[in-house]
Structures are given as C-alpha cells and as structure tokens.
C-alpha cells in the first residue's frame, strides 16, 4: 500500500524535486513515514527482513536535520511571497488574499496531510516560533478533523497530538481563551490526561482574574501578521517577480568590446540598470556548456559559505551548495574564462579572479542579502592579496518554473533567471568604495532546481582596464 502511494507520486523523478511541496513529502516520508511502516504491526511477518534491509540503507536516508530544514523551507517561500497555507497543504501557491492567478501551477497538483502539516508546525514550534505553529498546526487539526477515527500506519502524529500544541502555541501567543477552547477539546478525546486538565484550570483562572500571570504568555500577543524577518521584509516586494521597467535610457545591443575574440559572434547585451550599472548577457554558455559546467561541480559540492564581517560562516541549512572550478578542470571553463574576460574586458588572471563558483540552491534555496564586496580590511577577502571584488559575473546554468529572481534591495529591482543568460555588475565605484546600491539577494526559488556559476573579480591588475574618473566621488 505504502509502496503503492509512493509510486503514483513519484512517476516522474524531476517533477518530485521541482515542486517543493512534493520534494518536502519525499524527505518527510524517507526520514518518518518509511520508518513508521517498517515496524508497523502490519510487517511482523517479515519483521527481519525488513529491519535488516532498511538498516542497509538507513545512513543513505534523509535525517531530522533534512526534514527541519524541508519544513523551514516551506515557511520561507510562505513567509517571501505571502503564500496561503491551506492553499499550499492543498497545493496550490496561491497568495494570501490574491484574486491574481497562483505564482506556480505544478503539472500534478499533490496536497500535504494532517501529519505532513503537523511536522511543520512542529518545527516552528520547537524553535519558539509560534506564527507559523499555529498556522501549520490550524491547518493539521482542521485535516486530523477530517479523518478523525481513521487509521494511518505512516502518521506519527494524531488530532490530540496537534491540539495539544496547537493551544500551547496560543497560550504562548497570549490568546488565553483560544488555549483554553483547544484543551477542552483534547480532553474530550483523552479526558484522563491530567497534564491537559491542569491546563485547562490554570487558563480558566488566568481568564477568571483577567491577568496573564508570570511567565510564558504574558507580554505575547497573536497578530495576523507575519513576524518577517528583516531579510524576508526586504525581499517580499521584490521576489514575487515584478514587470521589468522599460526606461528610455536602457536597451539591447551588439558587443564587441574591442576583443577579436567577440567579433564573429559578439555578445548580446542587455541593460538592465545604470545606476548599480546591471547588464545582462543572454545565451552567454550553451546547453552543452551549462551541463558540463554541473556535471564537472556535482561532486564537490558543499554548504555554502557566507562573509559575516570579519569571518565566514556557512550558511543557513539547506540553503545552497558550492563548489570550486579551477580553469584546468576542463576545456570548457577555460573557455568560459577566456568569454568572461573579453565580455568584462578586465584581467582574469591569477591572482586577480577567483576560481569559478558554482552554487546549487536547495529545497526552498536562497540567499540572504549581501554584499559580493568586501565591507571591512580584515575581510577573507582581502588573503588574496588583490585587493577587493571589482565586479561580479553570475551565470545562470538552469532554468526555475517560479522564484529565484536576483533582488538588488536598495535599488528596488529584481532579475528573473534567464537560462544560460549571465549577470554582470560592478561592486565597487571607481574611486574604490564599494557601491551600496548592490546590496542583493537570491530570491527562495518556489518551484524547481537553479544553478549559477559566479565569477568574482578583483580591483588589482584592472588599475588601466578600469580607471579612476576625474571626479573624486565617481
């Protein structure tokens, strides 16, 4: 039965990771469910061969911190582009209160279940966040209702389970008497559990006397609203992608560059912005070019790393991974160097380029806003000796279905992913400072499986390639 589910789900191995409601029941079912069948009642008979079998293949399995990091997942994209959350456990990524049509309509719609919803709820509730504990755990018991008396062998969790941490939540939310409606009904199912019960008579007192008490709940109270975290206030404008502006000063062109190198087949530029200068060059690799570039990093990935003032840190789980690509790795990053330098007409050679980055966003993968920049002189950055990142050139290897977006946040614009399309910008101004305008995010990708490639290049060797103005503040 339970291989029955997993089968009709699955049919088509790209669509279970592209739709990240389907990805985050995958890992769900692979950490909790599978497990919950293995020793169900149902499987004594071949009790021993399953545990021997599943004991095989346990360390290849997703583990908790997966299944947090999927469910963290989920409330990011619902916390960036105001998605419903009972229109994502019905699989729709319809935007709360929008008569707009959804951002993301999957080929195969796949709704979450009561216990799906539940273990997101029970995540943000173990980590005290209790906006989202309560959404996801309304929408757990509002399903548990539903097939109240039914029985699940893959359901870890029950409607008591749910309204047990669902009126904790409002108790800790300051919604005493929601708590209060919430426990009575627990008890009516399990009335002799004496934890709940004395619940009950501390939310009945609390009420009675009209004070909130000391401790948990006091100084709390429940609002509608998201707590959005800065970054995802910063983001939620711009990452549901916005019409691109057609100024009069921007446009498309031919590129050359003054490189032999561009002449037969010159670049295909387009403006996106002048001030952060942004331009983007579409069909920049190929097909063939962007697999091999994947093909060549998918070993070597791991988590990412992010510039934290004087430090690096990697970055929150699940995020992102990358890899590092030397141009000896293969002709065809030899030969995206060799692009990249007549493009940007600045010197690539060591030690004034990094090695070539390539970064795979996970379930939900984003990246908080940052500068390419360095914005202090003890930076890591500055080991290389070359001083600090003049431009980036970021590749787009893949295409997403919806999300993704590049956000620059000061300038209040964002750009789609255009497949195999490249990115260019400069960091720093040409007196050197770097240029706060390019404060810019990866917008969580809702819906697929994005790939880029960046280039970071340095301020040393370009002193004649990019020279200073004659205006100081230039």
């Known amino acids: 039965r339970f291989y029955e589910k997993v089968q009709a789900l699955h049919q088509d191995a790209e669509v279970s990771v592209d739709n990240p409601l389907l990805a985050f029941s995958l890992i769900k079912r692979l950490h909790s469910d599978w497990p919950n069948v293995i020793y169900s009642e149902e499987a004594t008979e071949n009790i021993q061969a399953l545990h021997a079998s599943f004991k095989e293949v346990e360390q290849e399995l997703p583990g908790a ?9 989920l409330m990011r994209l619902q916390d960036v582009y105001a998605l419903s959350v009972k229109g994502m456990a019905n699989g729709i990524f319809q935007q709360t209160g929008a008569s707009r049509p959804p951002l993301y309509s999957p080929g195969r719609r796949v709704s979450l279940s009561a216990d799906d919803c539940f273990h997101v709820g029970k995540v943000a509730y173990d980590t005290g966040d209790y906006y989202h504990s309560i959404a996801w755990l309304e929408e757990a018991v509002s399903l548990f209702r539903l097939s109240y008396g039914s029985w699940n062998p893959e359901d870890r969790s029950s409607l008591e389970d749910a309204l047990d941490h669902l009126a904790f939540s409002y108790f800790m939310a300051g919604n005493i008497s929601h708590a209060l409606n919430l426990s009575k009904e627990f008890l009516h199912y399990d009335p002799s559990n ?16 009209g004070t909130m008490g000391s401790g948990a709940g006091r100084r709390v109270s429940w609002s509608p609203t998201p707590p959005l975290s800065p970054s995802h206030a910063l983001l939620g404008p711009l990452c549901p ?7 009069p000063h921007l446009g498309c062109s031919y590129e050359t560059n003054g490189s032999p190198y561009l002449l037969l087949q010159p670049a295909k530029k387009e403006i996106v912005r002048i001030r952060p200068y942004v ?4 069909d920049f690799v190929n097909d063939a070019e962007a697999e091999t570039i994947k093909g060549l990093a998918g070993p070597w990935l791991q988590r990412s790393v992010v510039a934290s003032g004087e430090k690096q840190q990697k970055a929150e789980y699940r995020i ?6 030397k141009d000896t790795a293969d002709p065809v990053v030899r030969t995206l160097e060799q692009r990249i330098a007549a493009v940007t007409g600045l010197d ?3 030690p004034y380029a990094e090695y070539l980055q390539v970064v795979n966003y996970g379930l939900g993968g984003h ?7 360095a914005t202090s002189r003890k930076s890591p950055l500055y080991r290389m000796k070359s001083g600090n990142r003049i431009a980036t050139l970021m590749i787009y290897l893949s295409t997403v279905e919806a999300g993704g977006s590049t956000a620059f946040i000061h300038a209040n614009f964002s750009v789609p992913v255009v497949k195999n399309a490249a990115l260019f910008w400069w960091n720093l101004r040409r007196n050197g400072d770097g240029d706060g305008d390019t404060l810019h995010a990866g917008c969580p990708v809702l819906a697929g499986d994005k790939w880029v490639a960046n280039k970071w290049i340095h301020e040393y060797g370009q002193e004649f390639r990019r020279p200073c103005s004659t205006d100081p503040q230039d």
Do not use: I, M
């Open 65 to 73: 911190e997966d299944l947090a990091g999927a469910a963290q997942a």
């Open 194 to 209: 004496q934890r709940v019960v004395k619940n009950v008579a501390k939310y009945e007192k609390l009420l009675e006397t």
């Open 241 to 247: 992608q916005p019409a691109l502006e057609h100024l």
């Open 279 to 282: 331009a983007l060059y579409h």
């Open 320 to 325: 992102s991974k990358s890899a590092w690509l």
């Open 348 to 350: 690539l050679r060591p």
């Open 367 to 373: 990246y908080e806003p940052h500068f390419d920049h």
